[in-house]
Structures are given as C-alpha cells and as structure tokens.
C-alpha cells in the first residue's frame, strides 16, 4: 500500500480522500482491504496540522458507510438520442448538406468538421439538418451540446460539466463521475473507443472549449458550429457559410411567412430578402412577423423596408433579434476591437483594405492588418478577395449605429484621416497617370500603397473606384472643394490609361476595314471614351456633384480652386456626353487662369478644350487652341504639357488627310516621352504613328513600329497597351495574309483583356476576330464571335461598339440568306447609331439596309 510505504507523500490529500470515502466514491470492494488502508489514514491524518472531522475514527460508521456504498446502484438509463428536433424549413444548403453527409461515409478520413459563419447565417440549422441525416449511420449515439458561447443570458458551457453530462448520458451513475477535467476525458474516450458516435457541439467558444469533448474513436463524427474561424483546432475540415442565394432565400421567406406571391409580388419578395441581406436569421424573425399579421401585403412591407434607416429595428420580434445576435459577438471583442469595428462603420465606401483602416483608425498598417484578420477570424467582415474585406450591409448598419454613440469630435477626425488617405493616394496615382499635367514623380509615403508605377496607379484607382465614388459625395455633401477636386481628377484620370486615344486605334481600325478611312472621336459615341466599365453615367454623377460645389463657390475668395474646379469639371461634362458644357467650363477656366496668371492651368485648359473643340467638330478651332496651348507649355519648359498637345496636333493632321506630317508629329511626341522617360505615353505614341503609317507606308514599317510599341508596354508591365498592340498586330497579319498569326495575336489580346477585366477591350477583340472569320467566309464563327461581341458591349453600356456591331451581325445574318434576322438587326444598329449621334455607323446601316431592300446580291 503506497499510503503506508511513503506516509509523507500527499498529506495534503488525505482528508479530501477520506471525505470521498464517506461519500461512498471510490471505496474498495472489500471491507477487509478496506480496513488496514483506513487505519493508516486516520493515523496520518490525525498527525497532520489541519484538523479532522468529528466521528472520523468511528470504526462501526465507517463499515455501515462501506457496506451502503458496495450495495449496487441501480442502473442508471443509457441516452442514445439527444438531437434538436429537425427543421421542416430547412431551405437550400444543398452542397454543404452534401459535404457533411459525405465525410460519414465509410472510409471516411476526416472526423471533426467545423461549420463557422457570422451571426445569423444558419450554421445551427444546417448541422441539425445533417445530424438528423446522418443519424442512421451511428447507432451508439447521437448528441447535441449547445455550448452557448453567444448564448444571450448564459455563460459557455464548462468541459467539465459537459463531460458529466455527456458520461451520465452513456449510463455512468453520479456517484462514478471522475472529479477532475482529464480523467473525465478519458473516459469519455474510452468509453466511446469502439462505438459509433454522433456529437453536435453547438456555438463553441474556442478550440480549448472543444478539445476535451472530441471523441477519438475512428467511428465517431463531430460537427461543431461556431462564429469564429477555428483556426487552432488541428485536424478539423472547415466549412465556412456563406449567406444564401436569392432564389433560396425568397422560398425560406415565403416558406416561412406562409406566402405564395404571385406576379408583382415576387418583385416585392426579391425586395425583402435583398433588404435582409440574404442573412437566414433576418428572413425567420421577418417572415414570422409577416405570418402574425395577415393584414400585410408583401409590396406594403417591401416599401417599409425600403425606407426605413432602422433594418435592424424591423427585425426585432422581443425574444429573439439580429441586433441581439450581433451584440454577442461584438461584446466578446477586446476593447481595442470593438473600436475597429465601430469605425468600420464610418466607411463610406463598398470594401476597404488595411491601408484604409491605418488611416481611419490612426493604427500602424501592421496592426490595421492583424486587426481586420481578427475580425475575419470572428465573421465579423468578410474577406473578397487578397487583403480586401467587407461588411455585411446589417452588421455595417449595426457598426454604423454603435459608432453614433462614440464622440461627435472622434468621428469627425477618423473621416479626415479616412479622406486624406484617399486624396493622397489618388493624388499620387492621377499623377502618375499618363497625360497628367503635373509632376510625375512618385511621393514617397508610408501610409499608401506602392504606386510607383502607371500600371501600379491605374490598378489601384481601378479597385478604389467605388470607394472613390462614396468619398466623393460624402466630401460634396460636406462642401469639401479641395477633396471633390482631387478624388474627380481620379476617376477621371482613369481613362487616360485606357482612353480616348486606345478608343481612337481600335475605332478607326474598323474605319479602314469599312473603307471609310476619314475618321472623327465625336462620332464614336462618347460613352465608349470611358475607362474599363465605368458607365458614362457614372461621369455624370461626378460632374453633378462638382457643379454644386463649383456654384456654390462661385462668390468665393478662392478663385484658383475654382479653376481649378471648372477643368475638372470639364473632364467629367466631356466622358458624360455633354460637350457644350465641357466647352463652357474650360472656357471659364481658360479665362479665370489668364486673369489669375496661372499660364500652366491656361495652358492645361487649352489643351483639353482644343481636343473636346475638334470632337463636335469644329477642327479650325481646334488646331487654333492647341497651337496657342504649345507655345503656352514650350515657354513653360513643360515638356509633357508640349508632348500632349503634339499628339493632338499630329492627329489632326492625319485626319486632315496629312498622314506623313501626322508621322512626323507623333515620332516627335515618342521621343519627348522617351526623353522624359515615361515609357507608357512613348508606347502609346508609337502605335499611334504606327496605326497613321499603315496609311502612308509599307506594311514592314508599321510592323516594326508595333512591334516597338509592344516590347515598350511589355517592360512597362502595362497589360490594357499589350493587348492594344497585339490587337492591331493580329489584323495586320491578317491582311497580309498570314491568318494563322493573326488569328494566335488576337487570341492573345482577348486572353489579357479578359485577365484584366477591360470589358470595352474584350468586346473589340471579339468583333475584331469575327470579322477575321466573316472575311474568311466563316459565317458560322463570325456570327457566333460578332454575337459574343454584341452581349459584352450592351453589357457594359457601349453603344457605339454595340451599333457597329448589330450592323456586321446583320450583314453577316443576310449573307446567309436571313433576309429578315438581318433587316431586323441592322433597324436596330440605326436606332442605336441615331441615338448617340454615330453618322458614320447611321450611314453604313443605311446603305446596308437599302441593298436588302433591292435584293442587292451578295
């Protein structure tokens, strides 16, 4: 006996030992072992400081107290089944019920699954689901654990208690229970060693709540739902919840409230459900609120959501609430977090990166980083893609209202930090931009990204551009001129990547093939003078908001930023299709400039408005402008200012029929871009000379040219020029006859177009390569290409490429003999061509019409 053998080991378990006896837990079989180890305690504890109870010594109670304990207990009822009941409403899932069905399949390897989503998402119901599924397959038990980590009113779960429990559920009397956590676990695990087990841990807290409840049998499955990413639990298979799908979400909705829409109140639905952001728990408490009150229409609750500016309100039945769910979790943030996530709230914008919460929350880029994967880990935001997360509209609602508590003063400061940030970024990027007028120099900061580079700045502002777009009315509606200037010169500044002088190359690419080789950017159709995607009405939202502050600055002190105001504005009336207005206020700001002295601003205006003067028209003038906006830029010493204004002038001439004189303008305009080292404005001007020399010289020279700009953009790691390039090439490699080269060149640009999601440059590429086909006498292919071509520009609201487009289409359509298909598709490229002022497409859709007509053979 250990206990005599070393008497001066564990005294100071002696009498908790003594009082579990007495309690009849643990006591020897028989009295007879029992009584010498008895004796020797007593002795023991007798010597010890503490003292012992009274009556401990009594030799005739001790043997009535081991005689009751060794008296069998009755047996205790064993639990195999302790499922929640199932859901009658269980709606779609279908994949991920799927999943979990497979991974208890025989031979299955992974016996842990975690399912983890936000607040709401339905992580409960979907394991309820699965359990009840699944039940089948393990006979030994089935069990649900709600561990209650987001339980309002309950603290988490202990393992301790769970495992009793959990032990008594499999027949263990009370009095058997082991008294400490490890020995609990392992009988648990021994116990469930060879069974087959189904255990549900419902809500868990973190992987120390769950390690000791894990069964280690190779029979058992464990599902566990939690709202945090349970990166710590080895050997787990994740299985995040997304909200659900449109279609899915109405039918839980209708399931629920007891609805069966019909006609204008399947809109009303898609309304509600898109209003409830798809979230699962938003469409129970609404639907149930709906099913109560017979008196509602679907449209009347669909108007109410609309309106309301308290979602969170409408989705509160007492008992149970969204803003309770969220609540929880927020609570169970640190300190630090939960002022992250309340200023994540303040955001104007559609997503947001770590650069954006450095600023908005004065944090280190470093810990903005480590911050916003904490709250991913929480499914508190959600990550979009690499570095880029975003908030469910409720919880953004729920950030936003806790962020009205904090003071008037914090907030308006982390707005400023917030706008700063993206004024300075944009600044750099715009500036960086070719054709920007200003200084290209990087800035070196800290706080921005790495914009070092035209590709680099293009890329950003493309990403940023909702964000952009927010801050800019957000700035408008705070009369913050100097923010509304710089953020519209961004958005503006895009196009000069992917603008009107690409548009001009692939425009009039199509000129030549139609014969028509005269060619003028106002009859393009401005909308297609927009960068990658971004509609014309976006533009005009812009400008909108620019004017309200330019008029209401208009009896201002500070006359230089209204100029400046007026040139911006310009930009934007001119990418929105409103020309005379764009002339207006560059006229205003050539104007104030010269009385202000401000030559480089007069000189910058007259450039854009000689260009805008030569879109509706008026050539004369335009050539004027430019030339007086030249003299302006060489007396400056303002070379990229000259390099601008001679690439105009250089295109004038071509258009004027003057192809040699153009070439002449453009090498000049590539050499100063050379010079200055702006790799970007000497490619695009190479292939601008290269595209004017196929109209002056021999094929070879407009190759090589090409081929200079290509190797140019390629070093400059600009994609959108590329993809220009190699587009032009494929249809010079056409006509000379090469086909297969033409045809690998022009699937080379679709691929990059597409790589970089320039929908404007895709749709080209695929009307280019249907033309390659229709030429080829391909019919079949040119009709299924120019078709793909027609879809991608509607798509992205190019109606001058999509009126060019129906008109070939249709041509191709009477070819094969659809008199009809064609009639009706070239009616339709008239309409589109009148409707943005195309003349030439008008023409040409005329004329195609009017052989139909005649029965003009083909």
């Known amino acids: 006996m250990r206990a005599t053998r070393a008497p001066g080991r564990g005294r100071g378990s002696l009498v908790q030992r003594i009082s579990d006896w007495r309690a009849g837990r643990n006591v020897p079989y028989r009295f007879e072992s029992f009584e010498p180890v008895l004796v020797t305690l007593l002795r023991m504890a007798e010597a010890t400081a503490k003292p012992a109870p009274a009556g401990l010594s009594n030799h005739a109670a001790w043997h009535r107290l081991w005689k009751a304990a060794a008296t069998a207990e ?10 929640r009941r199932d859901i009658a409403t269980f709606v779609g899932r279908d994949a991920e019920v799927r999943r979990l069905l497979e991974a208890a399949r025989p031979g299955g390897v992974v016996a842990i699954h975690t399912v983890d989503g936000m607040p709401g998402i339905g992580k409960t119901a979907l394991v309820t689901r699965a359990a009840h599924l699944l039940a089948d397959r393990f006979p030994d038990g089935r069990f649900f654990v709600e561990l209650n980590a987001h339980t309002p009113g309950h603290t988490p779960a202990d393992p301790f208690t769970v495992l009793g429990t959990l032990l008594t559920n499999l027949g263990i009397a009370d009095g058997h229970l082991p008294e400490s956590l490890e020995a609990r676990c392992a009988l648990w695990r021994d116990r469930l060693s060879d069974k087959r087990v189904l255990l549900v841990l419902d809500d868990a807290r973190d992987h120390t709540q769950i390690e000791p409840l894990l069964p280690a049998g190779p029979g058992c499955l464990t599902l566990i739902t939690s709202r945090r990413r349970l990166i710590a639990l080895d050997g787990a298979q994740p299985l995040p919840l997304e909200t659900l799908d449109p279609e899915h979400a109405a039918e839980l909705f209708c399931r629920l409230a007891q609805r069966d829409p019909t006609g204008s109140e399947a809109d009303a639905v898609a309304d509600i459900v898109r209003s409830c952001g798809y979230l699962p728990l938003a469409l129970v408490l609404l639907a149930g609120r709906l099913a109560h009150h017979p008196t509602w229409t679907l449209t009347g609750l669909a108007t109410e959501l609309g309106s309301t500016r308290d979602r969170l309100g409408e989705l509160d039945t007492g008992h149970r609430a969204a803003h309770a769910a969220f609540t929880t979790s927020y609570r169970n943030l640190p300190t630090d977090r939960q002022r992250l996530f309340r200023r994540l709230g303040l955001h104007p914008g559609v997503d947001l990166d770590a650069y954006a919460v450095a600023a908005l929350c004065d944090l280190p880029l470093t810990a903005a980083r480590h911050a916003l994967e904490d709250l991913y880990t929480d499914h508190l935001i959600d990550e979009i893609s690499l570095g880029r997360y975003r908030l469910h509209d409720l919880l953004r609602e729920f950030a936003d209202n806790l962020a009205r508590d904090d003071p008037t003063e914090d907030r308006a400061r982390a707005m400023d930090r917030l706008l700063d940030y993206y004024q300075r970024a944009a600044l750099t990027a715009v500036r ?9 120099s990087a800035t070196s900061d800290p706080v921005i990204p790495d914009l070092s580079t035209s590709a680099r700045a293009v890329t950003w502002v493309r990403r940023e551009r909702a964000n952009l777009m927010a801050c800019l009315e957000y700035a408008t509606a705070n009369a913050m001129l100097g923010r509304v200037i710089t953020l519209t010169d961004a958005l503006i500044g895009e196009l000069r990547l992917c603008g009107p002088w690409q548009k001009f190359l692939a425009f009039a690419r199509h000129d030549a093939v139609t014969g028509l080789n005269q060619f003028r950017a106002g009859q393009l159709g401005l909308p297609d003078l927009g960068a990658a995607d971004l509609p014309a009405e976006s533009y005009s939202q812009a400008a909108d908001l620019l004017q309200r502050l330019v008029d209401d600055e208009a009896s201002g002190d500070d006359r230089h930023a209204r100029a400046e105001a007026l040139h911006t504005l310009a930009w934007a009336r001119f990418l929105s299709d409103h020309h005379e207005a764009a002339i207006d206020a560059l006229e205003q700001s050539v104007t104030m400039h010269r009385e202000l002295g401000d030559r480089a601003g007069e000189a910058a205006a007259l450039t854009i408005l000689g260009w805008i003067e030569h879109v509706v028209g008026d050539d004369v003038t335009a050539v004027a402008l430019l030339q007086r906006a030249l003299t302006l830029h060489r007396d400056l010493g303002n070379r990229a200012g000259e390099a601008e204004a001679l690439r105009h002038l250089g295109i004038l001439r071509h258009i004027a029929g003057d192809h040699v004189a153009g070439m002449h303008v453009l090498r000049r305009v590539a050499q100063i871009y050379s010079e200055l080292g702006d790799r970007y404005e000497q490619a695009l001007a190479t292939g601008m000379q290269a595209w004017i020399a196929s109209f002056a010289t021999d094929r070879a020279t407009v190759v090589a040219l090409h081929q200079h700009a290509l190797a140019i953009y390629r070093d400059a790691e600009d994609l959108p020029g590329q993809a220009m390039t190699l587009n032009a090439l494929g249809w010079i490699h056409h006509q000379a006859g090469n086909l297969p080269a ?39 292919d040119a009709t299924d290409l120019i078709g793909q071509a027609c879809e991608v520009y509607r798509g992205s609201g190019n109606l001058a490429g999509e009126a060019v487009a129906l008109g070939n289409l249709g041509w191709v359509r009477y070819l094969t003999g659809d008199r009809q298909a064609a009639t009706d598709l070239l009616e339709l490229a008239l309409a589109r061509s009148r409707a943005i002022g195309h003349r030439r497409g008008e023409i040409e859709a005329l004329d195609r019409l009017d052989k139909i007509k005649n029965g003009t053979t083909p």
């Open 74 to 83: 009755p047996a205790r009822p064993v639990v195999t089944t302790a499922l």
């Open 432 to 440: 960086l931009l070719p054709g920007y007028p200003e200084s290209r």
């Open 742 to 780: 033409a045809w690998e060149l022009t699937r080379r640009a679709l691929a990059l177009y597409r790589e970089i999601g320039d929908r404007t440059g895709e749709a080209s590429v695929l009307h280019n390569m249907g033309r390659l086909r229709f030429l080829e006498h391909d019919y079949a």
